[in-house]
């Protein structure tokens, strides 16, 4: 195992070698983007070259475009995930001017992405993987695309686990790097909650339930609305609100949002529940609830629990994915059962039942998250994998020109 370097000694050993590609051609706004935008400004921020390929208009075109450390390369068409020659095109123009290492966030791109390289051979590539995978991907092509990739970034051992049963990945080229919270910015002790819950209807007599998550069937917000219709007609008379954050994927047409509206006005609490829209100031939302829900169907490993959790709000999470890597041994929160209202309910009337309880899972939350999910350690990792990737990578440059040379 090769020891950590010192952040510092990575930034002036990558200074030569590294110029970052990062890759994430998406229309959506949620974690996967978010953290493809933070890690290349992290990285552009320590003085290294970072370029962005994007689609243009994207969130994350508009969110990186005020950046000046960042350099944006917006495309105005969409590739296919195999094979397109247009951003091959794009890639080798890119890797003329310099780019040394490409990192995709889109594990679909692959294909595109991938079989070019095989002829850029001192081009290091790296692809981060943000979801679950249900179905097994070991095909020959697969395998061969795979074959090229230097390394297979995934954020939970949970996922490690995912990736190594269904992708034709080894064990060497799957590392696990957790996500990473600025403890600055995520420090409930610089946060006032009380304007946001103003905004909600909430006094200091309320008690406020919150989820955080794209307006999307898998997401749970029906299931919450289920479990608040539940706990207010047994209600003990106590002030609750329920906080849903967030809105629904650009371009959807689905209607989910409007579907749950109906749902509330069908339950008649539309006094207790508050849609309250996408939310720039997370830090300050998560200080505002008492209790955070993250009741989704699968996620990966979920950027908002450990936002809570640094915020020393305690979760109630679905047991699925990641779950128990995020809560432990339900020390910072309780698991629920997926789709499961009743299940909710009952969790919920847990919590809100038992201040002491709230109190010992946020504040030893909190603790747990700052030793394992630190936004300093998140890049010194990913600067480690760069370094090894490009001597590697320039190892076996030399190594093909010697072979080359002896034969003639």
Same mark, same amino acid.
């Given at each position: 195992?090769?020891?950590?370097?010192?952040?510092?000694?990575?930034?002036?050993?990558?200074?030569?070698?590294?110029?970052?590609?990062?890759?994430?051609?998406?229309?959506?706004?949620?974690?996967?983007?978010?953290?493809?935008?933070?890690?290349?400004?992290?990285?552009?921020?320590?003085?290294?070259?970072?370029?962005?390929?994007?689609?243009?208009?994207?969130?994350?075109?508009?969110?990186?475009? /005020?950046?000046?450390?960042?350099?944006?390369?917006?495309?105005?068409?969409?590739?296919?995930?195999?094979?397109?020659?247009?951003?091959?095109?794009?890639?080798?123009? &890119?890797?003329?001017?310099?780019?040394?290492?490409?990192?995709? /966030?889109?594990?679909? $791109?692959?294909?595109?992405?991938?079989?070019?390289?095989?002829?850029?051979?001192?081009?290091?590539?790296?692809?981060? #993987?943000? =979801?679950?995978?249900?179905?097994?991907?070991?095909?020959?092509?697969?395998?061969?695309?795979?074959?090229?990739? @230097?390394?297979?970034?995934?954020?939970?051992?949970?996922?490690?686990?995912?990736?190594?049963?269904?992708?034709?990945? #080894?064990?060497?080229?799957?590392?696990? =790097? /957790?996500?990473?919270?600025?403890?600055?910015?995520? @420090?409930?002790?610089?946060?006032?909650?009380?304007?946001?819950?103003? *905004?909600?209807?909430?006094?200091?007599?309320?008690?406020?339930?919150? $989820?955080?998550?794209?307006?999307?069937?898998?997401?749970?917000?029906?299931?919450?609305?289920?479990?608040?219709?539940?706990?207010?007609?047994?209600?003990?008379?106590?002030? =609750?609100?329920?906080?849903?954050?967030?809105?629904?994927?650009?371009?959807?047409?689905?209607?989910?949002?409007?579907? &749950?509206?109906?749902?509330?006005?069908?339950?008649?609490?539309? @006094?207790?529940?508050?849609?309250?829209?996408? *939310?720039?100031?997370?830090?300050?939302?998560?200080?505002?609830?008492?209790?955070?829900?993250?009741?989704?169907?699968?996620?990966?490993?979920?950027?908002?629990?450990?936002?809570?959790?640094?915020?020393? #709000?305690?979760?109630?999470?679905?047991?699925?994915?990641?779950?128990?890597?995020? =809560?432990?041994?339900?020390?910072?929160?309780?698991?629920?059962?997926?789709?499961?209202?009743? @299940?909710?309910?009952?969790?919920?009337?847990?919590?809100?039942?038992?201040?002491? $309880?709230?109190?010992?899972?946020?504040?030893?939350?909190?603790?747990?998250?700052?030793?394992?999910?630190?936004?300093?350690?998140?890049?010194?990792?990913?600067?480690?994998?760069?370094?090894?990737? &490009?001597?590697?990578?320039? &190892?076996?440059?030399?190594?093909?020109?010697?072979?080359?040379?002896?034969? /003639?």
């Amino acid at each position: 195992m090769e020891p950590e370097l010192d952040p510092s000694v990575l930034v002036e050993s990558l200074e030569g070698s590294l110029d970052l590609l990062v890759v994430c051609l998406s229309h959506s706004w949620g974690g996967l983007e978010q953290v493809a935008a933070s890690d290349a400004v992290d990285a552009a921020g320590l003085g290294l070259r970072v370029r962005v390929l994007v689609l243009q208009g994207s969130p994350i075109h508009e969110n990186l475009a /005020h950046r000046k450390d960042v350099e944006l390369l917006p495309l105005e068409f969409r590739p296919r995930n195999t094979f397109d020659l247009k951003l091959r095109t794009e890639l080798f123009r &890119l890797i003329e001017s310099g780019v040394s290492l490409v990192h995709t /966030h889109q594990t679909s $791109l692959l294909g595109s992405i991938a079989p070019w390289l095989y002829a850029r051979s001192h081009v290091g590539l790296i692809a981060s #993987r943000h =979801i679950m995978s249900d179905h097994v991907k070991k095909s020959f092509f697969h395998r061969l695309i795979y074959r090229r990739v @230097d390394a297979l970034c995934v954020m939970s051992q949970t996922m490690r686990d995912n990736v190594r049963a269904t992708f034709p990945i #080894r064990e060497r080229q799957l590392k696990v =790097i /957790h996500l990473g919270l600025d403890f600055e910015k995520f @420090d409930p002790k610089r946060v006032d909650p009380s304007r946001q819950r103003a *905004q909600w209807g909430a006094d200091d007599k309320t008690l406020v339930v919150g $989820l955080v998550g794209r307006i999307d069937p898998a997401k749970g917000q029906a299931t919450l609305i289920k479990a608040a219709a539940g706990l207010l007609k047994n209600s003990k008379h106590e002030q =609750i609100k329920f906080v849903i954050v967030g809105e629904e994927t650009l371009g959807s047409t689905g209607g989910h949002l409007q579907s &749950l509206r109906d749902m509330v006005t069908q339950f008649g609490i539309g @006094d207790q529940v508050v849609f309250a829209g996408y *939310q720039e100031n997370i830090p300050e939302v998560m200080r505002a609830f008492d209790v955070f829900v993250m009741p989704s169907r699968q996620e990966a490993f979920g950027l908002v629990a450990i936002e809570s959790l640094a915020m020393e #709000r305690p979760i109630i999470i679905s047991n699925s994915g990641s779950a128990l890597e995020i =809560i432990g041994k339900e020390e910072f929160g309780l698991l629920v059962k997926p789709d499961d209202a009743f @299940d909710l309910q009952s969790k919920l009337r847990e919590m809100l039942d038992r201040p002491d $309880l709230r109190h010992q899972m946020g504040a030893k939350g909190r603790a747990h998250v700052m030793v394992n999910y630190g936004r300093t350690a998140r890049i010194r990792k990913t600067l480690e994998l760069y370094e090894r990737t &490009l001597r590697r990578r320039l &190892l076996r440059r030399e190594e093909l020109l010697r072979s080359k040379c002896l034969k /003639h």
